[in-house]
């Protein structure tokens, strides 16, 4: 089974940084498309980074030049360092990733549960 685990959250001042970690496992799956989303109160879940399993990345307009997603194949882990945080950048921030069976061809999509982002003012 496959299962995404989120770390590296927290409270911290407007203009400091962060580095979210994905954890990924699963016996049997090879991760393709990773990517970071969030969820802020009130609204919903929306987009903020994603990467290919050839590093290949895109990002929303609100994390160009501040955020830089990155991951290590070999250890099944996604990163998404934060930089400049902004107070409008709280939100709880979840992995989401394609997960393709190994043999038999099939592409699941899975999430984690999520990590808390704070930004004071």
């Known amino acids: 089974q496959v299962q995404l685990v989120e770390s590296g959250g927290g409270l911290v001042q407007a203009g400091g940084s962060l580095t979210l970690t994905c954890a990924a496992s699963?016996?049997?799956?090879?991760?393709?498309?990773v990517g970071w989303h969030r969820q802020a109160p009130g609204k919903q879940r929306e987009l903020v980074a994603t990467i290919t399993r050839r590093g290949s990345t895109n990002y929303a307009n609100s994390a160009k030049v501040r955020f830089t997603i990155s991951r290590d194949n070999a250890n099944n882990m996604v990163y998404l360092r934060m930089n400049m945080l902004k107070p409008e950048d709280t939100a709880v921030y979840y992995c989401n990733a394609d997960a393709l069976a190994v043999g038999g061809g099939t592409l699941y999509n899975y999430w984690g549960q999520g990590t808390q982002v704070t930004v004071s003012s």
């Open positions: 699963g016996s049997g799956f090879a991760f393709n498309t």
